[in-house]
């Protein structure tokens, strides 16, 4: 399975890559097969943001599976007060894309 | 037309004069009939308001009048790396400085922004009636942002590899002036509007960071975000005024993508319509501008800018209406045939706005 992210920062910065599952810690795979379910990222998709918040976040998440044959997931998100369990994962995710990128160990 | 400041009347509010002109134009003769009305009713409302309010004075006034200063009133919350706002109160108005250096610098950059609304514009915090500033600090764990939610203020402490902190002078103020927006009338958050906002709270975050260290536009470095970067990254801040396309260009942010010219406008769906990245023209407008006219930015540049925000009313303002506005509140305050308008003028045409 793997990742591809985009996240609009809030500050005019995009942040984008993709990551294979295999290539994340223990840990944050855990979290993902608990939270990332169809149906929580279905719920964090559908959260609806505060009219008045300026400067939010924007995600841009597709999974695709590892079967050729399976169609990916492609998900939308802002940043909302009800989805924030999803959100911290993908901040996770872009943490690990980010580090592989500057060449972090 | 002078400068009418502070919250404006309600019909003024729900409709806006381009509105009523609207209405006036294309209504049917009953719509027609209310419009004159509206604009009769509206222009007798300001005309009692200038009689009765001298130029210079706004919302501040009143509470001066009755011999009670204003003053800041600050509290500022530990969110706990928490998503869960406010957080814990940690340092409230008038309180000692507390361990946590983000929670003191928090509270200094709000002080900062606070007193240039203060002293230059006598505007008594974001409301202009001595609004509570509330902030968090360590918002989410990783969380490279901050923001205005409406009511408060977050930031985030960013992930530690692309930035380092989101509590910068230009950045605080930057956040604050989403509330003045707010509180001035606002401006849709999408498309030429929203860039008008963006550019707005860049250009008072720049002028909040230059008012505190006293800085002229020549000595400013007219960046926002100067230093929030983290080490490995290659760039210097967030935004240029000065060279909007310049201030970072890295492997993992890529180039900084804002345009300086209406040539180089970009049409996206994006951002909400690219807010963050054509606020580069009307912000490239006000660095010119203030180059032009010298001295310290907030006092000529900075007041024609305030006062469009108070006075222009359209929420879903575009470059041109914003630019032609600045001209009309330059025209009154400074004379139609002064070097402030000729110079007004002159900034607009340089990033290919046409008056």
């Given at each position: 399975m793997k990742f591809f992210l985009r996240v609009l920062t809030g500050q005019g910065i995009t942040l984008q890559g993709e990551i294979?599952?295999?290539?994340?810690?223990?840990?944050?795979v855990r979290r993902i097969q608990t939270t990332l379910t169809r149906k929580n990222l279905a719920a964090a998709a559908a959260a609806k943001p505060n009219p008045q918040m300026v400067d939010a976040s924007e995600y841009?998440?597709?999974?695709?599976?590892?079967?050729?044959?399976?169609?990916?997931?492609?998900?939308?998100?802002v940043d909302a007060d009800d989805n924030i369990d999803v959100l911290e994962i993908l901040d996770d995710i872009m943490h690990e894309i980010v580090r592989r990128k500057k060449g972090q160990s | 037309m002078k400068p009418h400041y502070g919250c404006c009347h309600p019909i003024q509010c729900i409709l806006p004069p381009h509105v009523v002109d609207a209405i006036k134009m294309r209504g049917d003769a009953d719509q027609r009939k209310m419009a004159e009305a509206?604009?009769?009713?509206?222009?007798?409302?300001?005309?009692?308001?200038?009689?009765?309010?001298?130029?210079?004075s706004f919302m501040g006034a009143p509470v001066l009048a009755m011999g009670v200063a204003p003053a800041v009133s600050r509290e500022v919350y530990d969110g706990g790396r928490r998503a869960s706002l406010?957080?814990?109160l940690v340092r409230s108005e008038g309180e000692d400085p507390v361990d946590d250096p983000v929670v003191n610098q928090v509270y200094d950059l709000t002080g900062d922004v606070y007193n240039l609304y203060l002293d230059v514009y006598r505007r008594n915090s974001l409301d202009g009636?001595?609004?509570?500033?509330?902030?968090?600090?360590?918002h989410r764990r990783r969380y490279n942002n901050a923001f205005w939610n409406?009511?408060?203020m977050a930031y985030g402490d960013g992930d530690g590899t692309l930035f380092q902190t989101?509590?910068?002078?230009?950045?605080?103020?930057?956040?604050?002036?989403?509330?003045?927006?707010?509180?001035s009338g606002g401006l849709a958050y999408k498309d030429q509007a929203g860039a008008l906002n963006e550019s707005f709270a860049d250009v008072f975050g720049s002028l909040s960071k230059q008012y505190a260290l006293r800085q002229t536009a020549a000595e400013a470095d007219w960046?926002?975000?100067?230093?929030?970067?983290?080490p490995d990254v290659h760039g210097l801040a967030l935004r240029s005024m000065k060279a909007p396309g310049t201030a970072y260009e890295d492997t993992v942010l890529g180039k900084d993508p804002q345009p300086y010219h209406m040539d180089f406008y970009l049409n996206t769906s994006s951002d909400n319509g690219g807010v963050h990245i054509n606020s580069g023209i009307p912000n490239h407008a006000f660095y010119l501008l203030s180059q032009y006219l010298g001295g310290y930015a907030w006092e000529k540049a900075g007041q024609i800018w305030y006062d469009t925000m108070q006075v222009i009313n359209n929420p879903l303002a575009t470059f041109n209406n914003w630019a032609d506005k600045t001209v009309e509140v330059a025209r009154e305050r400074f004379g139609a045939r002064s070097m402030e308008v000729a110079f007004t003028r002159r900034a607009w045409k340089l990033v290919g706005v046409d008056l």
């Open positions: 294979d599952l295999t290539d994340l810690p223990e840990e944050l841009e998440l597709a999974i695709y599976p590892d079967n050729p044959n399976q169609k990916p997931q492609r998900y939308t998100f | 509206l604009a009769k009713q509206a222009t007798e409302i300001r005309e009692e308001r200038e009689e009765a309010t001298p130029p210079d406010p957080g814990t009636q001595g609004l509570l500033i509330v902030s968090t600090v360590h409406g009511s408060q989101f509590v910068e002078a230009s950045v605080v103020g930057h956040e604050l002036s989403h509330g003045v927006v707010q509180y960046l926002i975000g100067q230093g929030i970067l983290g």
